[in-house]
């Protein structure tokens, strides 16, 4: 079962910062938090991932809270190409490398 | 990153009938995974395979239906195998890379 919870469906406006929220209240210590986009009829795309400090890359930013329970991926400026299915996920350090996707948000950029 | 190319992308299929799907990777790599989307549905895990060894199943997924192949580090197959309007689904080929797992495009199997 996925370890995380997401809102099922988010609007944004383009251009603006798009903030997607996602709870994972049982992570364990040796467990990152990852970020895939699945846009129509195409494989996921890895975007970001991160243990406990917040991380940012081209795509991206990943800010994760203290208690680790709770993440936010934010897409700084949204175009309409960021419209697409996000999905969080836990994925151990060490052990089994697969990845077990929940439903995830599903994210419109409006023009 | 990995590229990772699948054959076919799509296909409509009769009932009963088998459909192996290939994933080729331009890398070698130790795990291969094996994932399938059903219509508006999210990603479910089918199996692991790793070479070497025989295929690592997901609860509700056997190696009867889906058998599983890998040859070397770079090819893997997967069977549907005496398929069912049920099998229509999207399948993917997943692979870990320099730490990251990345997906191939998927395989659109429609089963009439």
């Known amino acids: 079962d996925a370890k995380t919870t997401q809102p099922t469906s988010m609007d944004c406006a383009e251009g603006r910062a798009a903030n997607l929220p996602c709870n994972h209240s049982?992570?364990?210590?040796?467990?990152?938090v990852y970020w895939y986009r699945q846009i129509h009829s195409q494989g996921p795309q890895y975007i970001i991932h991160?243990?406990?400090n917040n991380e940012t890359n081209e795509m991206a930013s990943l800010i994760i809270t203290e208690d680790r329970k709770s993440s936010t991926l934010i897409l700084p400026h949204a175009t309409l190409r960021d419209t697409a299915v996000y999905y969080c996920i836990v994925r151990e350090v060490q052990g089994a490398q697969k990845l077990v996707f929940g439903q995830g948000t599903r994210l419109t950029i409006n023009p | 990153s990995a590229v990772i190319s699948q054959k076919p992308s799509r296909d409509i299929c009769q009932r009963g009938t088998s459909l192996t799907i290939q994933c080729q990777v331009d890398?070698?790599?130790?795990?291969m995974f094996w994932y399938r989307q059903q219509p508006g549905q999210s990603l479910t895990l089918i199996a692991t395979a790793n070479q070497g060894s025989e295929a690592t199943y997901e609860s509700g997924f056997v190696i009867d239906k889906f058998p599983i192949s890998r040859p070397n580090l770079t090819f893997s197959t997967l069977t549907v195998s005496n398929m069912s309007p049920e099998d229509s689904s999207i399948y993917l080929c997943?692979?870990?890379?320099?730490?990251?797992?990345?997906f191939g495009e998927g395989s659109r199997l429609t089963v009439l």
């Open positions: 049982t992570i364990s210590g040796n467990e990152y």
């Open positions: 890398s070698q790599v130790t795990m």
């Open positions: 991160g243990l406990k």
């Open positions: 997943s692979v870990r890379s320099t730490g990251e797992l990345f």
